[in-house]
């Protein structure tokens, strides 16, 4: 079994999305750890704030097996086929890390960029794994977080 982290978002009936996303990924992952849901703006386009957080899992899956059974997922709750990068989502769930591998594996690039550059990835998989590692710099994601560009932070902890 190889460990996975999992970032969750929606903007579309969030809290509705959001357990029903996760109901799916007990579902086909068994039992999983989560971080906080935060709420932040939506980045690269306006629309309503989204709703995040971080899940932590093991897996017998490959990573191609298991990107391609996320985007089942997403696809049953809802999200467009043809839905652009930057657009509203009934739910999104990326693979951010598998293991310790690096690079790109069955077309996926690991770790996701994301978990580096986007606080609504990065706060909560610091909360979630601090001392765990990025397979890529090797600093934990606490160090990560300390050291993350705070100052236009708008991300507030909602219920789920």
């Known amino acids: ?5 999992l970032g969750l978002g929606s903007n ?4 509705h999305h959001l357990a029903v996303g996760l109901d799916a990924l007990r579902a086909l992952l068994g039992a999983l750890r989560c971080s906080a849901v935060y709420e932040g703006a939506a980045v690269g386009f306006d629309g309503a704030p989204f709703w995040n957080l971080v899940v932590q899992a093991e ?9 391609r059974t996320l985007r089942d997922i997403e696809y049953a709750h809802g999200r467009a086929r043809n839905a652009t990068r930057y657009s509203d989502r009934t739910l999104d769930i990326d693979l951010l890390l598998y293991g310790a591998c690096a690079g790109e594996v069955d077309g996926v690039v690991l770790p996701r960029d994301d978990v580096l550059a986007q606080a609504f990835v990065l706060r909560p998989l610091a909360e979630l794994a601090p001392d765990a590692r990025h397979p890529g710099t090797g600093r934990t994601f606490a160090d990560h977080w300390q050291s993350f560009d705070q100052t236009a932070l708008a991300l507030t902890e909602v219920s789920l």
């Open 1 to 5: 079994m190889t460990a996975i982290f």
């Open 12 to 15: 579309v009936q969030p809290a």
């Open 59 to 67: 897996t017998d899956l490959s990573v191609g097996e298991l990107a």
